[in-house]
């Protein structure tokens, strides 16, 4: 079956300016999260989907980021007045249940640069 | 705070030989712990997973047990191949939603 996709796979933009990244995740998957992953380090939590709902946004760096899930499948990272320091390969997973012990399945990132 | 730490890379090695990737972990709670792989050009996937103190977690000739008592989960196998070149994260999962916290990833890099 189809996994987690992420559009675009690249993202060029200029330091101010407002971009938006989408996730689909697999088909039944109810939990769904945002990571951002720069150069050499391990992805880090960005916010957490279960439903519809953000069940857990303490990872987002402040007010700039913002996500939704309105159907409770895919869902949007906005990124608003972007800086050089929001470059970074931002990743999605899904997973079925959202729990400690669920594997998650992630897609293949989008890449963001900022200018 | 929660958090991660893997032995620093790159590790270079000889095909069939043995591979210990250290991870150690400060977590409040029981968490689930995990080792990810992403292979070159590819996306992360999950290689093998522990739920609770003692479990040994095992796929493709990996295996990794979780310590509470030393709180770790060292990866190993016993005989590297070329394809198992890639970067490995360990990760670490402490409440219901199972937002993961990784370590900075360690690149194993297996030649001929």
């Known amino acids: 079956g189809a996994g987690v996709s992420q559009t675009p796979s690249n993202k060029v933009t200029e330091k101010g300016k407002y971009v938006e990244l989408r996730c689909d995740p697999i088909?039944?998957?109810?939990?769904l999260y945002w990571y951002r992953q720069s150069l050499g380090q391990g992805p880090e939590f960005l916010i957490y989907?279960?439903?519809?709902?953000?069940?857990?946004d303490s990872g987002l760096p402040n007010d700039r980021f913002f996500a939704v899930r309105p159907e409770g499948s895919v869902s949007t990272l906005k990124i608003q007045r972007t800086e050089r320091g929001d470059s970074a390969v931002y990743l999605c997973?899904?997973?079925?249940?959202?729990?400690?012990?669920?594997?998650?399945?992630f897609g293949p990132g989008t890449r963001l640069t900022v200018l | 705070g929660d958090s991660v730490t893997q032995m620093e890379g790159p590790v270079t090695l000889s095909e069939e030989a043995f591979l210990t990737i250290n991870c150690t972990y400060t977590?409040?709670?029981?968490?689930?712990l995990f080792w990810y792989v992403q292979y070159p050009g590819e996306g992360l996937q999950l290689l093998l997973k522990?739920?609770?103190?003692?479990d040994k977690g095992s796929n493709k000739g990996f295996e990794a047990t979780y310590r509470k008592e030393t709180t770790s989960f060292h990866l190993e196998k016993g005989s590297v191949q070329v394809s198992d070149s890639a970067v490995y994260f360990c990760?670490?999962?402490?409440?219901?939603?199972?937002?993961?916290?990784f370590g900075q990833g360690t690149e194993l890099s297996v030649k001929p």
């Open positions: 997973a899904s997973s079925l249940a959202g729990q400690k012990s669920s594997e998650q399945f």
């Open positions: 522990a739920t609770k103190a003692d």
């Open positions: 088909s039944g998957h109810t939990a």
């Open positions: 989907f279960q439903g519809t709902g953000a069940a857990d």
């Open positions: 977590a409040t709670g029981y968490p689930s």
């Open positions: 990760a670490l999962a402490y409440n219901q939603g199972g937002k993961l916290i």
